[in-house]
Structure formats: structure tokens, C-alpha cells
């Protein structure tokens, strides 16, 4: 229409991807970071025993990297976590259709959710090892647990806010149930299982760390409790930044894929 | 006009249909005793208060809602919930955010029950695209479309199903002045090239007179037929019109009736709350 105000197209297709000034904004804050660890180091403010200087940390990590084999310990907290949310999410997700979707399903089972949802995980795991041990089963059930209630609200919230209109639309375009779930349910509630897969990837980095401490031979908490076990200070700062750095990998490749596979919503 | 009417064939009969609606706090009459009938090819408008029960008259015929008592007859039989049959337009256009343009007209053909116009699924997508004046836009997303635009899109998935009916709830309300324009005047040329029964909704008496065959003076809630007025002016109509002294004749008289009844139903929302 000529009266009409003439809309931008461009830009479709260039947004998503990877763009290089905000990774060097990154790289530069958390060289700026490591300035500042370096002049509190060399200000000697602190025992330098107490805190070891960056480029000694940065020795100790090569050396744990080749000889003390940390890339297991990372590989195993990592796969830790991966098993936790895919399971944790694999369970969330019906649950939170069927909580988002029926209304009475929501106010019978809605109070116990909010319950176990308020508990944090780590208090669970003394119960856990009581029943499972200290192996591999205990600490996946309750990363499961943790990525299992992180999620499931997220889940829940977002199918409870899918826009009536668009049920109705469909309706009217003549829709059968099934297609209403397969064609508008499932894409609208995508970006609210994205945002659950992130939480509960954070929540369940957090879960494990503590679980690891508690009891495990091998992983990136374990590196902490042997570090501190035998006062090797630049060893549990080795531990706290491989932990930190996995989790912002594992963040930064959610979002990317979710800018991806959201290349439809209005903010992106 | 009268008995170009009566001859033609009668697709929806309202007779003597009610509904109220009972919430948390109380029952609220909202229709009462509401009987009209909309023939073959027929442009009806419902101007009314807002809360004063239309969109529920709309919502009955698209299957949304059921009445209380009286009947609803679609073509000789009953409604038995919404149907490819029947578009509905919303004012919110409801477009999938998801998709497409292109996939976005394409949605209805995917489903099951308009199977039958499988064969046919390119070129409508195609047909409907350019009808609505959105080629050049097919693999854009509806986030880079403008309101009009947005609504064209609804217009273009609503008829791409072929439906003999359209029901339009206050499509244009949400649009500014001159899109609104643009967007009437195109829907006058789209009904000219494929004739559907219509019924819409709306608050702008000069909306209703410029597109309708017909206009239904809805009254303050529960919702009664005031007055039942026949548009005099031959189609197809031009902007040129609204400036006519007939038309502004029509228009100022129907507004003052309006006008009294948003009064009314200004009182009734003052009084419930």
C-alpha cells in the first residue's frame, strides 16, 4: 500500500552469529580482571602465600593440565552436568506441559513443586549418600533433582503464558487438538525451554561443585578439597576458574544456539 | 436492495439468542434476545459500546462461545464449535511469531481438515500473498512487518482456507488513521475480486457506513438490536464518499445514537465496579 509506512528489512539474516565486539569487550574485561589480581599481588597487601601471583596460577594450571590430568577432572564435571539437566529436563518437560496446560493438574500439584523447588539441592545431599553411596548414582540424582525443579516452572510459566489468540486462531483455521500442541504449543513454549535449559545448566554447576566437594575422587571439586587438603592455594584457584570458565562455555553455547533457533523473536 | 436481499440465500439465522455470563462475582445478562439473519455475499457491521456483548454475538458464530437459549443456524444446521467454514480477524491480528510470512498463510493448508486443498497449497500461498499486496515479503518474520502489514497477513491466512465467512472482530482498532483507511479500502477491493459474508465489529460509525450493506445499533449491555439501518450507497465505494452530505447526514444520526449508548454502558461500568 503507498499510504503505508514502508518497513525495514534489512538485517533479517545478519544479527544472529557470532559478532567480534562483544567478544572483545569479553577478552578485555577479563584482562583488566587479571590486572587487577596482578597489582593486588604485587601491592603485597595480602600473604603472598595467601594469594598466589596469576602467571603462578597460570603454571600450576599447565602443569595440573598435563601431569596431574585436569582435562578428566573437566570432562567428568562437565559430562556430570549434561547427563543432570538432559535427564532433569527429559522429566520437566511433560510435567511442566501438563502443569501449564490443565488447570486442576496445576493447583494439585503446584504447592508440592514449590516445596522441593524451595529446598536447595545441596541439602539433600547427606539423604542422597545415605541411599546411594558416594559413587556416580548419588551425585547424578541429584543434579537430575536440581535441573529437574530449576526447569519445570520455567517450563509451566511459559506454556501458562502462550497468548490465547493464537489457540484460538488456529482454532478457527480449524485445528485439531493434536495440531494445536505440534504446531503452536511446541514453538511457542521453545524460548521458555532454552531459558529452563539455561538455569538449570547454572544451577546445576553450582549443585555439582558442592556434591563434589562433599565426596568424589575425581572432578573440578575434587581439585578444590585436594588443594585445600594439601594447602596448595594456586591449585584451588586453578579449580575455581575452571569451574567458572566450563560454566560460561556451556552458557555462551546455549545462547548462541538459542539465537539460532529463535531468529523469529521481537528482541533478539 | 430489500428484495435483492430476501432473495438471496440466507447463511447465518440469530434467533432470539441470550447468553449470560456467570463469574466470581455474579451473573452478567449479556446478550438478550438478539435475532438477526446475514445473507449470501452480505456486509454486516455491529457498532455498540465497548462490554456491551458483540464480540460475544461474534464468538457464538465462530464457535467460541454457546448460547444460553435461542438458536444460531449456519447454513440450516447448528454450530458445533469453530470451523474452517468461518475466519475469524481479530484485533490483535494474532499472526505466529514463528513463522513465516509465507508459512504464516500456509498455516491453515497445513492442517488436516482443509486437506482437500492440498493440491492447490502453492499457488493460494502465492494468490494470497500478492491479494494482500506482501510479496517480496515471504521469508520475512512478522517482527519486521507493520501493524497493517500484520493484519494483512491475518487477512491473507483467514482467506487462504477459503472460508464463506468472515468475522471480524475490531480489525482495524489497534491501526492509525491512514493505515486504517488503507486497509478498509483494500478489504472493499479483496471482497470485490472474492465475495464473502462478513460481519464486523466495530467502534467507528464512518467505518461501518463505508463498508456495510447493512449496520446492527447494538444497545448497553445485556445487548439488544436497536436499530437495524440500511446503507443506501452502491458499491464500490471511494474515500469520496465519506465526503458526501449523505454520508455525513448518516453518519452524525448514528453517532448520536451511539453516542447515547456508550453513555449508558459508561453508567453500568461505573455501577458494577
Not at chain 2, 179 to 203: D, G, N, P, S
Request: proline share 5%; glycine share 8%.
Amino acid at each position: 500500500m503507498p499510504q503505508e509506512r514502508a518497513v525495514k528489512r534489512s538485517g533479517c539474516a545478519k544479527q544472529r552469529g557470532f559478532s567480534t565486539a562483544p567478544f572483545l569487550a569479553g577478552v578485555a574485561s577479563f584482562l583488566t580482571l587479571g590486572a587487577a589480581w596482578g597489582l593486588l599481588w604485587w601491592s603485597n597487601l595480602f600473604d603472598r602465600g595467601l594469594l598466589p601471583a596469576p602467571w603462578e596460577v597460570l603454571k600450576v594450571l599447565i602443569e595440573q593440565m598435563t601431569e596431574k590430568g585436569l582435562w578428566l577432572d573437566i570432562l567428568l564435571s562437565t559430562r556430570r552436568v549434561v547427563v543432570g539437566v538432559v535427564c532433569g529436563l527429559a522429566i520437566a518437560l511433560p510435567v511442566g506441559f501438563l502443569l501449564g496446560w490443565y488447570k486442576s493438574v496445576r493447583a494439585f500439584i503446584d504447592p508440592v513443586i514449590n516445596f522441593y523447588r524451595a529446598l536447595p539441592p545441596i541439602a539433600l545431599i547427606p539423604l542422597v549418600i545415605v541411599y546411594f553411596g558416594i559413587g556416580e548414582p548419588a551425585r547424578i540424582s541429584v543434579l537430575i533433582y536440581a535441573a529437574f525443579f530449576s526447569s519445570v516452572i520455567v517450563i509451566y510459566e511459559g506454556i501458562k503464558m502462550i497468548p490465547p489468540i493464537y489457540i484460538r486462531v488456529s482454532k478457527a483455521l480449524g485445528a485439531s487438538d493434536f495440531e494445536i500442541f505440534k504446531k503452536i504449543v511446541v514453538p511457542a513454549a521453545l524460548p521458555h525451554v532454552l531459558t529452563a535449559f539455561r538455569v538449570s545448566t547454572g544451577v546445576c554447576w553450582t549443585t555439582l561443585v558442592a556434591a563434589e566437594l562433599v565426596a568424589a575422587e575425581r572432578g573440578l571439586g575434587a581439585v578444590i578439597v585436594n588443594g585445600q587438603n594439601f594447602f596448595q592455594v594456586p591449585v584451588i584457584f586453578v579449580g575455581i576458574i575452571m569451574i567458572g570458565t566450563v560454566a560460561v562455555l556451556m552458557d555462551q553455547v546455549l545462547r548462541y544456539a538459542t539465537a539460532h533457533l529463535l531468529t523469529w523473536q521481537e528482541s533478539m | 436492495m430489500e428484495t435483492q436481499r430476501q432473495a438471496a440465500r440466507e447463511r447465518v439465522i440469530f434467533n432470539n439468542v441470550s447468553k449470560t455470563y456467570h463469574g466470581d462475582h455474579g451473573s452478567v445478562k449479556v446478550v438478550e434476545d438478539v435475532s438477526f439473519k446475514l445473507a449470501e455475499g452480505e456486509f454486516v457491521s455491529l457498532i455498540g459500546p465497548s462490554g456491551c456483548g458483540k464480540t460475544t454475538m461474534l464468538q457464538m458464530l465462530a464457535g467460541f462461545v454457546t448460547q444460553d437459549t435461542g438458536q444460531i443456524t449456519l447454513d440450516g444446521g447448528p454450530i458445533k464449535g469453530p470451523g474452517s467454514d468461518r475466519g475469524v480477524i481479530f484485533q490483535e491480528y494474532g499472526v505466529f511469531p514463528w513463522l513465516t510470512v509465507e508459512k504464516n498463510i500456509d498455516f491453515g493448508l497445513s492442517l488436516r481438515c482443509n486437506k482437500h486443498l492440498d493440491s492447490k497449497r502453492k499457488e493460494l500461498v502465492a494468490h494470497y500473498l500478492k491479494l494482500m499486496h506482501l510479496n517480496g515479503f515471504e521469508k520475512a518474520y512478522p517482527k519486521h512487518l507493520s501493524g497493517g502489514m500484520r493484519q494483512r497477513l491475518a487477512l491473507a491466512r483467514a482467506y487462504a482456507v477459503n472460508p464463506n465467512i468472515l468475522l471480524m472482530d475490531e480489525p482495524f482498532g489497534a491501526l492509525d488513521a491512514q493505515t486504517r483507511l488503507a486497509l478498509q479500502l483494500q478489504l472493499m477491493e479483496v471482497l470485490t475480486e472474492e465475495r464473502k459474508t462478513v460481519l464486523l465489529i466495530t467502534h467507528s460509525v464512518e467505518e461501518a457506513i463505508f463498508l456495510s450493506n447493512r449496520i446492527l445499533i447494538i444497545s448497553a449491555r445485556p445487548s439488544k438490536i436497536l436499530r437495524v439501518v440500511d446503507v443506501p450507497f452502491p458499491y464500490p465505494r471511494t474515500p469520496e464518499l465519506t465526503a458526501t452530505p449523505e454520508f455525513q447526514r448518516l453518519r452524525l444520526e448514528l453517532e448520536e445514537v451511539s453516542m447515547q449508548q456508550y453513555a449508558k454502558q459508561q453508567e453500568l461500568a461505573a455501577e458494577t465496579q
